[in-house]
């Protein structure tokens, strides 16, 4: 009787790529709903009409690639990139933004290398970054949060979608725009004079911030990614903050706690500088990457011209990642100097 | 008691080791004809000592030991020799060797054996001797022979001798089955290791799923005559190879390309531990041992006593083989073990466990999928690598990075393969790598010495050629020399008057010269 030959191991453990994929797409709910009730349906939007899109540019780009395409569209991969990315872009925005960014990151950010493991760039924040550049107007236009406007339904989201011309939403200034414009008041008494302003950040920005906050430490509990770059980053921005926060002038860059719950910190935090395939690799590595994304991130919110900077931090980190992982090998068992008392 | 110490990663399969019910040993019996390979250790394969049509009784002497690092092979029952002739042995490559081919009569005679009456007055060299004869070799897995392990030049004094009764593989329960059974044994042997290593106390590391194994082996080493602890560790494969349990028992780095000797410390397997004892008291060689027979393919799971060279499908048979929904036969576990091509094979010394799991079991890998580096490989590495970094340079043949990265530290223990979920066959790309870097080092080993050859010899050309050209040259200044303090003398008178003085010289008989 003749067996089948295999190598060792011949056990394999319960964890897929495609379980990874949906753990991640699962996580995100806590914040897609804090966006949701803060900001409406626009988000959910989105991300629906980004998904339908990514996974039909996902298919045709396999088949232009020769590529057999339902193994590879079972492995969720493009419906994370494609719902980080509507998660990132603001509600209510035109067909034609979502469609962009979806290309440009499927495309650009994902194929043109390879496809799945090959990217050296965070697809979601690619496609974010070529619509930041080329529509700013767009990209800054954020619904005014639950309480401090008028809340659009299903039908004004889905008006604004497909007849962006024929929509009139409330925008308002985010929280983070408002500190970089700040000029002449206290800390104090911008949180007091302006309504965007809620107990620690932002109103609704906070809860957002909370929400995914809690969703990517369901990931760590669950193994999905190690604790080492979101920690850093976190730690980082906020070293940068204290020590820029200049007790609460008119020069502030603002408190740890706001940096914290602002814009998208903990979304960049634990879905976006988590990505694996283009972070750096070890653990070490991931401390590192994530330091120097804290770090960026503060620079460019309170000293650059973008209120916000995940994307730029992440891209820009992105190049860094293999020189990073160069120089962050962790000590293999035997490498270890040896001590004396081992003598 | 001891503290013990954690070790980088691991993980947890399922152990299944309920399933082959350790703790009581069953006899596999006498098959019709026995297949023993004259190399079933690492070494030189050994030398024949007998002939086809000869009869032999058990224990007699087969084929003796080639030198140093190789060992003797002895009859595990009585029979006639009926075949010496190349078969397929257990090997990843499906590779054939010399082997003895034994038809057993079912007498069972053995030759009459004793042992040393008391080992402890016995010199370690004397004992030393007589474990070689017995033909024993490392019974975990490597088969490395135990002799040569006792008389390895010590870079280091030794002081601890381990009993490695981990036994980390899911499924496996032989050590287990050993340890409840024949504990008094594994001590005794450990002593008289530890007697001839002349180590002052003796560790035996047993993880703790296996509670009856650590109460038998814990009263058996109460009553041993020197130090003898039995710890007990959290359950996590793979604690049980040599240099992780090393790390956990004494906190310990065994130094990269170093042997556990470098610190003072000698590992043996329980198995190896209860050969010596047998061969040490009762002058018994090596010729039986214990193998799990195991799987959900197996109507009878269990642990046999099988006789060495026993065909592994006369097993097959004795644990209850139901063929129809198998699809893999594994020697050893599930994690390290490799699969057979054939069932005509026979166990060897290494055998510990033959695994015939069903397909919904251990089903077959399906497709790799893309890594995405996601680094749960890296989390699992019990020796810290990056497992998915080498993947990339083992797919590049990047042979500076993949040193770089300490591919040569990989004990392929699977357990990155086993997390990865991708279904990438990381293990497999190691050991490609591995072999490539051994291939393109011998390359390298050749061209340097064909380099040297060649060089030697430009140089022994020009130095033939520079001598001549001295040679000449002196010659030259001889000729110009002479000719410049014989001023203007005419040569063809000179040589005249030469000839003329020669034959002078010859009619005076005198020396012409």
Not at chain 1, 102 to 127: C, D, Q, S
Request: hydrophobic residues 45%; aromatic residues 8%; contains cysteine.
């Amino acid at each position: 009787m003749s067996f089948l030959r295999i190598t060792s191991p011949h056990g394999h453990g319960p964890m897929t790529t495609t379980q990874v994929m949906q753990m991640v797409l699962l996580a995100t709910l806590p914040g897609v709903a804090a966006l949701t009730w803060f900001f409406g349906p626009g988000t959910l939007i989105n991300i629906a009409f980004g998904g339908a899109l990514a996974l039909a540019c996902e298919y045709l780009v396999l088949r232009l690639r020769n590529r057999e395409p339902t193994p590879y569209l079972k492995d969720y991969s493009v419906l994370v990139t494609s719902t980080l990315l509507c998660i990132a872009l603001p509600p209510y925005a035109p067909w034609w933004l979502v469609m962009t960014g979806i290309l440009a990151a499927v495309i650009l950010g994902k194929h043109v290398f390879g496809g799945l493991g090959y990217n050296p760039f965070n697809p979601a924040m690619v496609g974010y970054v070529v619509l930041l550049i080329s529509f700013p107007l767009q990209m800054s236009s954020w619904q005014a949060p639950r309480g401090l406007g008028d809340m659009p339904g299903l039908s004004e989201a889905l008006t604004a979608l497909f007849l962006p011309a024929t929509y009139d939403g409330v925008t308002m200034a985010t929280p983070l725009d408002l500190l970089r414009q700040n000029k002449g008041l206290l800390m104090e008494d911008l949180y007091q004079q302006t309504p965007q302003f809620g107990q620690w950040a932002g109103v609704g920005w906070e809860w957002v911030n909370i929400a995914f906050l809690a969703g990517g430490l369901w990931l760590i509990y669950r193994g999905i990614f190690t604790w080492h770059a979101p920690l850093a980053m976190l730690v980082m921005l906020g070293l940068c903050a204290a020590i820029g926060f200049d007790s609460g002038s008119s020069e502030s860059g603002g408190s740890p706690l706001l940096h914290w719950l602002s814009g998208a910190t903990m979304f960049g935090a634990f879905f976006i500088i988590t990505d694996p395939v283009s972070g750096a690799t070890s653990n070490r590595g991931r401390l590192l990457f994530g330091a120097l994304v804290g770090i960026l991130l503060y620079l460019i919110r309170v000293h650059g011209n973008y209120p916000d900077a995940v994307a730029f931090a992440v891209l820009i980190l992105n190049f860094a990642a293999p020189f990073i992982d160069q120089y962050t090998q962790p000590t293999t068992y035997g490498h270890r100097p040896i001590k004396e008392d081992d003598e | 008691m001891n503290t013990v110490f954690g070790i980088h990663g691991g993980i947890h399969p399922p152990e299944e080791k309920a399933l082959s019910n350790p703790g009581t040993i069953l006899d596999a019996g006498i098959p019709p004809t026995l297949v023993l390979p004259l190399s079933q250790h690492i070494g030189k394969p050994s030398n024949l000592e007998v002939g086809v049509g000869e009869h032999v009784l058990g224990g007699q002497l087969l084929a003796a030991a080639d030198g140093l690092v190789s060992v003797p092979l002895h009859a595990p029952t009585s029979g006639t020799v009926t075949a010496i002739e190349p078969r397929p042995v257990p090997h990843p490559s499906g590779m054939e060797n010399i082997c003895l081919e034994l038809s057993c009569d079912g007498r069972a005679q053995w030759l009459d054996t004793s042992g040393f009456a008391n080992w402890t007055e016995e010199k370690p060299e004397v004992l030393v001797e007589a474990i070689r004869a017995a033909g024993i070799a490392g019974m975990g897995g490597a088969g490395f022979p135990t002799a040569v392990k006792l008389l390895a030049p010590q870079r280091a004094p030794m002081h601890t001798l381990i009993i490695n009764g981990t036994e980390c593989e899911p499924y496996i329960t032989a050590d287990d089955t050993l340890m409840q059974v024949e504990a008094a044994c594994i001590v005794e042997g450990a002593e008289i290791l530890a007697h001839i290593l002349g180590v002052e106390r003796i560790l035996f590391g047993v993880e703790d799923n296996k509670p009856a194994a650590l109460a038998a082996m814990k009263a058996a080493a109460d009553g041993a005559g020197r130090p003898c602890e039995v710890m007990a560790f959290p359950t996590k494969y793979p604690s049980g190879g040599e240099k992780q349990l090393i790390e956990i028992l004494t906190g310990k780095q065994v130094p990269t390309g170093g042997l556990p000797a470098d610190l003072g410390i000698v590992c043996q397997n329980p198995g190896t531990a209860v050969a010596v004892r047998d061969a040490i008291c009762d002058g018994k060689p090596l010729t039986d041992r214990l193998v799990t027979l195991t799987g959900r393919a197996l109507a009878r799971p269990g642990n046999y006593r099988v006789r060495l060279g026993t065909p592994i499908e006369y097993l097959l048979q004795v644990a209850g083989f139901e063929p129809k929904e198998n699809r893999r036969l594994i020697h050893g576990g599930p994690m390290m073990g490799f699969a057979l091509e054939s069932s005509s094979v026979p166990v060897v010394k290494t055998t510990n466990c033959i695994l015939v799991p069903t397909e919904q079991e251990l089903p077959t890998p399906p497709p790799a999928q893309a890594c995405i580096r996601c680094g749960l490989c890296a989390e699992a590495c019990p020796a810290s690598l990056l497992p998915q970094q080498l993947y990339w340079y083992a797919r590049a043949r990047d042979q500076e990075q993949l040193e770089r990265h300490h591919l040569s530290d990989c004990i392929e223990c699977g357990a990155c393969s086993w997390v990865c979920p991708s279904h990438i066959p990381l293990v497999q790309y190691y050991r490609a790598a591995k072999g490539m870097i051994a291939d393109s080092k011998a390359e390298k080993v050749r061209s340097d010495r064909s380099r040297g050859r060649f060089e030697a010899r430009q140089e022994r050309l020009e130095h033939e050629t520079a001598a001549r050209e001295a040679q000449r040259a002196a010659r030259r200044a001889a000729a110009q020399k002479k000719a410049a303090e014989g001023g203007a003398e005419d040569p063809v008178a000179a040589a005249i008057a030469r000839a003329k003085a020669k034959k002078e010289a010859a009619a005076n008989e005198s020396d012409p010269s």
